[in-house]
């Protein structure tokens, strides 16, 4: 070996040239195992750049969306107010513009769609855009002046009916059938989520919006001259609960049910529910990632240059000091930790990419911003970076401060005693290879625990991906199938007297109809306060009943108030206290109600109350704006037919339908996000056995090739490495399955929200399926490292000492 | 060379014909071996010597099977051992040829007498452990671990381990050679002993004259060649030797 440079060179970055060939010979020597090595640190990377950069594009997407096309900042709707109204909602202060037009929910009759569809008619000035919540034009124009049957219709709704302009279809407005022509489709920013009345997931099959010309609406309305809804641009700074004081004050004789500000404003609530749900997934999530795949980096380069020590004992003997020792082996270190970096940095940015494309795609946002923020890379790189060296310098330190003589001596003599297993009968029993593996473990028990933990990690992140699977199927059972005995909810265009009920029951096919109320309320405790709805329902009801998710039909008390449990706790009540509860719409009425039941439900956080209680409180009689229905399936198309010739339907939800929206909505979105964390998880697994068994190798060739000598066969040898290794495992993967559950109750509680609680379920089959995939990569392993022993230099180990 | 006619009378054992090996590294190509006739009769024990790198080792792992020639033929009893593939290799070491090296490449985790039922554990008609472990004296610490043992004591257990299976040549490359003499010479006892009570063909390669006394035949090595050989007219104790 060279030592010349070595004496009179700072260890800084100064190349010391015959150390430098040795570390780029290691590394080519090690090519395998900094491949493996690379892969974990990789995937650490890789899952945090992608989660951070995706989330970052889709809240900066949304951002210039809603700035490019003026989406309002402020929104109220009004039974009907006269637009002389507007000159006086301009002057508050804070307001920039103000958008005033009509909005109605109309039965659409398109034909080849048996189903009732529910359009939402939005008017917009002839010939022009509208001052806010401006369209983004996708395909032919907006309607003209003088041609009131001409709309336009959202992407979305366009797209599942195969609509284009040209096409033709009908709706019951105001009573009346008429026929609209298609000019042109659009995308808006108000209708991002474009979700239908008490609907949970968007169905563009059975709710659309579309645009048309303000005075169609208001000749088909008899609202010349007034508007029923809003939307406000404010001034930059302008605190928007000021603006909706004042202009709650002057809506409110003309039946405002209370202006919203954007954040609450549905399309947006829903999004920005979903961002915040990203989120939580992608810090927790890649934190849990970076951090195993941290410390599994950690412990393999330590096992790793824990085998160089002799080396280390040599290169001090020819007077390198511990720092030039220490240095080196950094570069070595960062170079694999660079490969793994560079190869994270590269997926997780295109992996971003991708998974920002399928949100836009889902989103139909017109415009894409993918700017991923340079700090992301460079805090993955810190903390694999940091972590690795941390792992390996560790044991460099431990080599380097031996004296040399040591060093270079075989490690620490391993000296096997006697123990309590070791000497008793039950060893007896067992053939000298297993004796070898029992006693191994028993010598290094911290070496084995730690690949048993490295492989525990991987199971673990892959059951905590996995688990969402089984958690969104929980929730649709609990919800859809467990809570909801109808069919189908049929909303009313506005409150109706009971005989409605009767109509109902009389329908073809209908076998049972019960009514429902429903109405906004802004709750009141103490400071706390929630704006949401009650829903008003019979007693003993057979169909909408109130199901708690431990499995429990909840009864509804004829006084008094059902809250969720989550509702409860953002109020902070409990049963037996009071909330002022003030009603925005009708007569407007507030009262102070008895909280007395609470129920536990993993979407939304309604709030139920009896039904004839209901009333009293609006002070109106026997009244509904829901009819729930159980129906025979048979006779579907009549009863189709039926609704939509009634004017009074505004809105028809199937609950068949709903669960599929649910379905492909959690489909196209977050577990397209899992299935990357899976893959990660599995890279994870595969790194972590293959480095260990590789390292056990390195440490153990020696012996194996004794064994060679003596005569034993290839699965023979193999049986003493695979079988430490398939014992580790063994106890790793149980390990596994515990801290996966750990880890997906962690993830679940962090992402409850107002609009889900995600119970934490985990099947068997998810625990096998990550047992098996990582049972996979330890074989995919072994199979290389089995290729490997096949292939052991018996000379060239007999050769050397120890 | 002629044959002596003690020699014809014997049988051979082992027998290595043409034998050569080449290692191509780098830019030259090494010829470790350049056309080897050797036998190895039933019974006898030979001694190798030669200056360090001519070749021996890359001899004795041929014959031993650990290794294969670039050309020649190594042929045991009747069975030619050159054309066999991987597992003929191993059925060959398994259960006919004894190995003892340098580094005694025991295993840490077994005890001595473990590190003997290692191999008896897989040969058809072995000793008990504990009786070669007293063939070379150690009779006594059959349970120490290897770190308990010193070299020389190691180094017989390593022969023990080698002979308990009871094989039809037993091997040895500089078993001396990481040990001070008067430990040497128990271990040259040891070998000596087995050669005589068991009357296993036995070679021993070392690059120390003193101990070709205790052959029946002294083989000289050079530059891959096979220089001389010639047969002691006694053998020695070899704890008359000295050095
Ligand atoms: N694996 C190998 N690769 C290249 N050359 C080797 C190898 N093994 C041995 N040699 C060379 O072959 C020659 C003979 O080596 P060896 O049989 O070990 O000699 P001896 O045992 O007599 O000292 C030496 O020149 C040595 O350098
Ligand atoms: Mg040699």
């Known amino acids: 070996m060279e030592v010349e440079g070595a004496a009179h060179r700072t260890p800084w970055g100064d190349p010391v040239r015959a150390l430098n060939k040795k570390l780029v010979r290691n590394l080519w020597k090690l090519r395998g195992q900094v491949l493996a090595i690379a892969i974990v640190i990789a995937s650490g990377v890789a899952v945090l750049v992608m989660s951070l950069s995706a989330l970052q594009a889709l809240t900066e997407t949304t951002e210039a969306y809603y700035e490019r096309q003026r989406f309002g900042e402020v929104f109220a709707s009004v039974k009907r107010a006269p637009q002389r109204l507007i000159e006086q909602i301009r002057t508050i202060p804070g307001v920039r513009s103000v958008d005033h037009r009509i909005k109605y929910l109309a039965t659409l009759s398109i034909e080849g769609f048996e189903e009732p569809v529910i359009g939402q008619l939005v008017s917009i000035p002839e010939g022009a855009q509208p001052k806010l919540n401006q369209l983004v034009l996708r395909e032919g124009r907006l309607v003209s002046p003088g041609h009131p049957d001409e709309v336009v219709l959202s992407e979305p709704f366009a797209d599942a009916h195969g609509m284009q302009p040209g096409d033709s279809f009908q709706a019951l407005m105001n009573s009346n059938l008429r026929t609209l022509t298609v000019v042109g489709v659009a995308l808006s920013p108000e209708y991002v989520y474009t979700i239908g009345p008490g609907a949970l997931m968007p169905d563009d099959h059975r709710f659309g919006v579309m645009w048309i010309g303000r005075e169609a609406l208001e000749a088909a309305y008899d609202l010349d001259g007034a508007f029923n809804d809003l939307s406000l641009g404010l001034l930059h700074g302008t605190n928007p609960q000021d603006v909706i004081e004042r202009l709650d004050q002057l809506l409110e004789r003309y039946g405002g049910t209370g202006a919203i500000p954007r954040a609450e404003q549905i399309s947006n609530w829903f999004l920005m529910n979903e961002i915040e749900m990203q989120k939580t997934m992608s810090t927790i999530l890649p934190t849990i990632f970076l951090a195993v795949a941290a410390f599994l980096s950690n412990m393999v380069l330590g096992r790793l240059i824990a085998t160089d020590r002799s080396e280390i004992g040599l290169m001090k003997a020819f007077g390198y000091s511990n720092r030039q020792v220490g240095w080196h082996y950094a570069k070595l270190v960062m170079a694999m930790a660079g490969v793994g970096i560079i190869l994270g940095w590269a997926a997780g940015a295109w992996l971003g990419r991708v998974n920002t494309e399928i949100y836009a795609e889902f989103y139909r946002f017109p415009l894409l911003i993918f700017r991923p923020d340079p700090g992301v890379f460079a805090i993955g790189a810190m903390v694999s970076l940091i972590a690795a060296l941390a792992g390996s310098l560790g044991a460099v330190r431990r080599a380097a401060n031996l004296p040399p003589a040591e060093a270079m001596m075989p490690p620490a003599p391993p000296l096997y005693r006697k123990t309590r297993i070791s000497g008793s009968r039950f060893i007896l029993w067992l053939d000298q290879p297993t004796r070898i593996i029992l006693r191994q473990i028993v010598r290094a028990p911290f070496k084995a625990l730690f690949t048993s933990i490295g492989i525990a990690c991987s199971v673990a992140v892959m059951i905590m991906a996995l688990q969402w699977l089984d958690s969104i199927e929980k929730i649709v059972d609990v919800f859809f199938h467990d809570a909801q005995r109808q069919d189908m909810m049929v909303g009313l265009v506005e409150t109706q007297s009971d005989t409605t009920l009767l109509e109902f029951r009389r329908m073809p096919g209908v076998l049972a109809a019960e009514p429902m109320r429903a109405a906004s309320v802004e709750f009141h405790a103490g400071t706390r306060t929630h704006r949401g709805a009650i829903e008003g329902i019979p007693d003993d009801p057979q169909l909408q009943r109130v199901y708690d998710a431990g499995g429990r039909v909840v009864q509804l008390p004829p006084e008094g108030l059902l809250l969720s449990t989550a509702l409860a706790e953002k109020l902070n009540l409990d049963i037996g206290d009071r909330v002022q509860v003030d009603v925005l719409e009708g007569r407007r009425p507030k009262r102070t109600i008895p909280v007395v039941d609470l129920y536990e439900t993993y979407i939304g956080m309604t709030a139920y109350m009896n039904i004839d209680a209901f009333n009293r409180m609006m002070g109106e009689r026997g009244s509904l704006e829901y009819v729930t229905l159980l129906v025979d399936d048979s006779r579907l198309p009549a009863l189709y037919k039926e609704l939509k010739a009634l004017p009074k339907v505004a809105a028809v939800t199937l609950k068949d339908a709903a669960v599929r929206e649910f379905n492909k909505t959690m489909a196209e979105t977050i577990l397209i996000y899992i299935s990357f964390f899976a893959a990660f998880a599995c890279a994870l697994g595969f790194g972590v056995v293959y480095n260990s068994t590789r390292i056990a190798l390195s440490e153990r060739g020696r012996e194996l090739a004794t064994l060679r000598v003596l005569g034993f066969h290839r699965g023979e040898i193999s049986y003493i490495l695979l079988g430490e290794a398939g014992l580790l495992i063994l106890v790793g993967l149980p390990l596994g399955v515990l801290t996966g559950a750990g880890l997906g109750w962690f993830m679940t509680s962090a992402m409850d929200s107002e609009l889900y609680r995600i119970p934490l379920v985990i099947k068997a089959s998810t625990n096998a399926i990550a047992v098996l995939v990582t049972l996979a990569a330890t074989l995919l392993s072994a199979a290389v490292v089995r290729n490997r022993l096949d292939h052991l230099d018996l000379i060239a180990v007999l050769k050397t000492r120890e | ?243």
């Open chain 2, 1 to 243: 060379m002629s044959p002596s006619i003690k020699a014809e009378q014997q049988s051979i054992t082992l027998e290595g014909r043409s034998l050569t090996k080449t290692y191509h590294t780098g830019a030259v190509d090494v010829h470790a071996l350049r056309g080897v006739d050797i036998s190895l009769y039933e019974g006898e024990l030979v001694v190798l010597l030669g200056p360090s790198g001519s070749g021996k080792s890359t001899l004795l792992n041929i014959l031993g099977g650990l290794d294969s020639p670039s050309s020649g033929r190594v042929r045991f009893r009747d069975t030619e051992i050159t054309d066999g593939d991987e597992s003929v290799l191993t059925h060959y070491r398994r259960f006919h040829v004894g190995f003892v090296f340098q580094f005694y490449n025991l295993i840490p985790s077994l005890t001595a007498s473990e590190n003997v039922s290692l191999v008896t554990e897989i040969a058809t008609d072995p000793m008990d452990p504990a009786e070669a472990l007293t063939l070379v004296g150690l009779g006594e610490r059959l349970g120490h671990f290897p770190a308990q043992l010193s070299g020389g004591e190691q180094q017989r257990v390593a022969i023990a381990r080698a002979i308990a299976k009871r094989p039809d040549v037993l091997l040895c490359d500089e078993p001396t050679g990481a040990l001070d003499s008067e430990t040497g010479i128990l271990v040259l006892e040891a070998i000596e002993r087995v050669n005589r009570e068991l009357g296993t063909t036995t070679a021993v390669i070392t690059h120390n004259t003193v101990i070709g006394e205790m052959a029946d035949r002294v083989i000289h090595f050079g530059d891959g060649h096979v220089v001389s050989s010639e047969r002691n007219a006694t053998r020695r104790a070899a704890g008359e030797l000295s050095w």
